[in-house]
């Protein structure tokens, strides 16, 4: 990822202007996406001085899926930064401070933890150094991870939480930490989350037509989809709870919102977004204002962006204020496990920059089946040895026995694409202990395309090492790639 950045620092800092052209937004769209295997449906939207291009595009063209200005998208992660100004709104009217402690925002009595008595602050939560994990709570149901959680829940593990370093010092991206935001700044109005979000920002921005969980009558929800273009439920999560990803939006109330972003639309909360803009933490090689991602370039240009994603949605959503020129996708695909939609928005904004291509299933040749056998490691803690099935030929693929959360089959049907899901299978697993049984209650079969090589983050585990799994494992769900 930082390699990915400084490139695209080189690249941006020379780029020069581009014209709002909705048949190059579309040519761009069919670049990228058109025959890709997800079959996603991609909202587009351009704005360069003043000028704003739109386009819908399905990767599919025979596609049943239906997508124009009145279809609503989950759209991730970007909610953070709804959420970060609403409390710069609050910062600006003197109630509280950005080095305030994160307590002082929380109702009386609030158990927040801290570190050799260092307290998290406002800014740590904004800033994603507060210290406080991403998810730290265990699920029964992959598929919508946050739909059982509540506010209960939520205080009870943030005064259970022991934070392992000094709030400030490490960046780690958290969606816990923005949940105990939203709850915060919920509590302090007196509203719930959506009212709150809608009368300080959305109704300023004319954003009638997004919402948590009151959708208005004229708006129609898109449905989401695995990368292997499989539906899927949407993610659910109590309103309270909703300001780290639980916004749904349609393209143009997102061209309002990227219009405040840039300066271009009037409102009440116009100059605050400006505000949200300005680096206020700088972790190693990531700066970051409240909840964006801050790229500088060398010649000193700034591109503000925030990528977004769900179960069955991804999202990206950047712009140059200084040059007027900003991009918004949504997708009613999750990309996230492909590389997401950052490559795509990146040429959008300069077109010297790859958009990509679309990605397609090809044979497999048995070598790199083989090469795939044996036991890893996964990052999350988790076991997982794969062995071949099936006769050594073009249809020889290779099982996983994953321990505590998916058996998985990898089929080698592409020599330098990313692994992705082609089929679901849910079955029920023939052995497992009572705590993992209360943690998954089954597992899903999947068979998937994988590249050369199993992702730099597994680790094999040597043959003659005894392995076991663990009894009970925490799985780590992001609303954010």
């Not at 990915?4 to 937004?25: C, I, K, N, P, R």
């Not at 025979?62 to 930064?81: L, N, P």
């Not at 395309?449 to 730099?456: E, I, T, W």
Request: contains cysteine; hydrophobic residues 40%; positive net charge.
């Amino acid at each position: 990822m930082r390699a990915l950045f400084l490139s695209l620092a080189l690249a941006l800092s020379t780029a020069s202007a581009m014209a709002a052209s909705e048949d190059d937004l579309r040519a761009a769209l069919e670049q990228r996406f058109k025959g890709d295997r997800s079959g996603a449906c991609i909202a587009a939207a351009v704005i360069e001085n003043g000028t704003t291009a739109r386009a819908y595009f399905c990767a599919n063209a025979k596609s049943e899926r239906s997508i124009d200005e009145r279809t609503a998208f989950e759209i991730g992660s970007i909610t953070k930064t709804m959420t970060a100004a609403l409390l710069a709104e609050i910062i600006g009217r003197g109630e509280i401070a950005i080095d305030d402690p994160l307590a002082k925002l929380l109702p009386p009595r609030t158990n927040v933890p801290s570190f050799n008595g260092t307290h998290i602050t406002v800014g740590n939560i904004v800033t994603h150094t507060s210290g406080l994990p991403s998810f730290p709570w265990r699920t029964t149901d992959l598929s919508n991870p946050y739909a059982r959680l509540t506010e209960a829940d939520l205080l009870d593990t943030l005064a259970k939480t022991q934070l392992k370093r000094a709030p400030g010092s490490q960046r780690e991206y958290s969606n816990f930490a923005l949940m105990v935001l939203s709850y915060a700044l919920a509590k302090r109005s007196g509203r719930d989350f959506e009212t709150l979000l809608r009368e300080r920002l959305l109704s300023p921005l004319g954003m009638d037509d997004t919402f948590i969980v009151t959708r208005p009558s004229a708006v129609r929800v898109a449905e989401g989809h695995f990368s292997n273009s499989r539906p899927t439920g949407p993610w659910d999560v109590r309103v309270d709870l909703a300001g780290a990803g639980g916004v749904r939006a349609t393209l143009p109330d997102m061209v309002r919102y990227l219009e405040g972003q840039l300066g271009m639309r009037d409102s009440s909360i116009t100059p605050v977004l400006a505000q949200t803009q300005e680096q206020i933490a700088g972790v190693g090689s990531q700066a970051t204002s409240m909840a964006w991602e801050i790229l500088s370039t060398e010649n000193g240009r700034t591109f503000v962006m925030h990528p977004g994603g769900t179960g069955g949605f991804s999202s990206f959503f950047a712009f140059d204020r200084a040059a007027k020129r900003g991009v918004v996708l949504l997708s009613d695909t999750a990309l996230t496990d492909v590389g997401g939609l950052r490559r795509l928005a990146m040429h959008l904004l300069d077109p010297s920059l790859p958009a990509g291509t679309p990605r397609n299933m090809a044979t497999a040749e048995v070598k790199l089946i083989d090469a795939l056998v044996g036991r890893y490691r996964l990052p999350i803690g988790l076991g997982m040895e794969l062995r071949r099935q099936g006769s050594r030929g073009a249809k020889s693929t290779v099982r996983t026995l994953s321990h505590g959360i998916n058996s998985v089959v990898f089929s080698r049907l592409s020599a330098s694409q990313p692994l992705y899901p082609l089929q679901f299978d849910r079955h029920q697993p023939r052995h497992s202990s009572k705590s993992m049984r209360a943690t998954i209650p089954f597992r899903e079969r999947l068979v998937c395309a994988s590249m050369p090589r199993v992702p730099k983050s597994w680790s094999r585990v040597p043959a003659k090492r005894r392995w076991k799994p663990r009894r009970s494992t925490r799985i780590s769900s992001s609303l954010s790639p």
